[in-house]
């Protein structure tokens, strides 16, 4: 049995979530090789060839391969998975909209989203917005899967020595090409991957209210900034800041959430959290459900307060 991994990447380094992937790919068991699709990519290469337990890293250096395009990489995931039982992509934008052509193509079902692995067949995966879990049996001869990385512990990214090996390249389906691409630069940590998260909800009243309360407290904690999809609809900040099922979902060792009621869309995309910090002037309010401390309050006096203590 081996495992095709599908790595995401800026042809330099690798995305957050490739070995979580690969760490999905362990619990499955098998030789495991990672596809590397790219143009100059062999930083990216040599980083897939570093994770525990890679054997092999297959290159496809194009240049129509620069930036991702799905229509371009499905074919090349098609050809090379007739070698592989499983083929695993994280459940990222990237994972979301290349699989699901790899797996129309191969006349396959698609497993999203899974959170654990039963067997090689056999996989668990959330259901109505994280509030059930459905463990899901796949009879197909190469089963297509993406993974949640919130669900598996990341392998390490140093240690091991896989074989590169350069694989030909398929062609340009030139169907459709990448027009403009705007990349948010920050000194924050990227959301999906942060230790600390510090969240705002509607409850902060605008993006100046926002950035003047959770801005000290996130420079204290060396934390990322995230928000519900409330404050994100509301223009607070913009989209990439959104927790939750059509957000980013993460799951840090600390999540603040300030003003946030805990609507289950949030929840879906922050539960999984090691420790949950709520700060909520209801006490009714959904998110203390899921929050191992809560505080009760006026969250303008409350979060200063904090941010003063640290």
């Known amino acids: 049995m081996a495992i095709l991994v599908i790595a995401e990447h800026d042809n330099t380094s690798l995305k957050p979530g490739v070995t979580n992937t690969v760490a999905a790919a362990h619990k499955i068991g098998g030789?495991?090789?990672?596809?590397i699709a790219g143009s100059h990519c062999a930083a990216a290469a040599s980083a897939a060839a570093s994770i525990v337990g890679v054997g092999k890293v297959l290159v496809a250096d194009a240049p129509y391969y620069a930036m991702a395009v799905a229509e371009n990489l499905a074919p090349l995931v098609v050809g090379l998975a007739q070698n592989y039982s499983h083929v695993l992509a994280g459940a990222t934008a990237f994972g979301k909209?290349?699989?699901?052509?790899?797996?129309?193509?191969?006349?396959?079902?698609?497993?999203?989203?899974?959170?654990?692995?039963?067997?090689?067949?056999?996989?668990?995966?959330?259901?109505?917005?994280?509030?059930?879990?459905?463990t899901v049996q796949s009879s197909d001869a190469i089963k297509i899967i993406?993974?949640?990385?919130?669900?598996?512990?990341a392998v390490a990214a140093m240690g091991g020595n896989g074989v590169i090996e350069n694989i030909a390249s398929a062609t340009d389906a030139g169907i459709s090409r990448v027009?403009?691409?705007e990349l948010t630069k920050s000194d924050r940590p990227e959301l999906a991957a942060a230790k600390r998260i510090v969240s705002g909800g509607r409850g902060?009243?605008?993006?100046?209210k926002y950035r003047a309360v959770l801005e000290p407290l996130a420079d204290k904690l060396?934390?990322?900034l995230g928000a519900s999809r409330a404050a994100v609809d509301a223009g607070f900040v913009p989209n990439d800041y959104q927790v939750g099922q059509t957000g980013k979902i993460v799951a840090p060792e600390l999540y603040i959430a300030v003003g946030i009621s805990g609507a289950i869309q949030h929840l879906a995309g922050?539960?999984?959290?090691?420790?949950?910090?709520?700060i909520n002037k209801d006490p009714e309010a959904p998110i203390f459900q899921v929050a191992d401390y809560g505080l009760v309050g006026d969250l303008f006096t409350l979060v200063p307060e904090l941010t003063a203590a640290i």
């Open 31 to 35: 030789d495991i090789d990672v596809l």
């Open 97 to 134: 909209n290349l699989l699901p052509r790899v797996a129309a193509l191969l006349d396959v079902m698609q497993i999203s989203d899974i959170v654990a692995v039963e067997s090689a067949d056999i996989f668990v995966r959330p259901i109505y917005a994280g509030n059930a879990f459905a």
């Open 146 to 153: 993406t993974v949640r990385s919130t669900g598996f512990d």
């Open 179 to 181: 027009v403009k691409q």
């Open 204 to 208: 902060l009243g605008d993006g100046d």
């Open 222 to 224: 060396g934390a990322a």
């Open 270 to 278: 922050m539960k999984e959290s090691k420790v949950i910090v709520a």
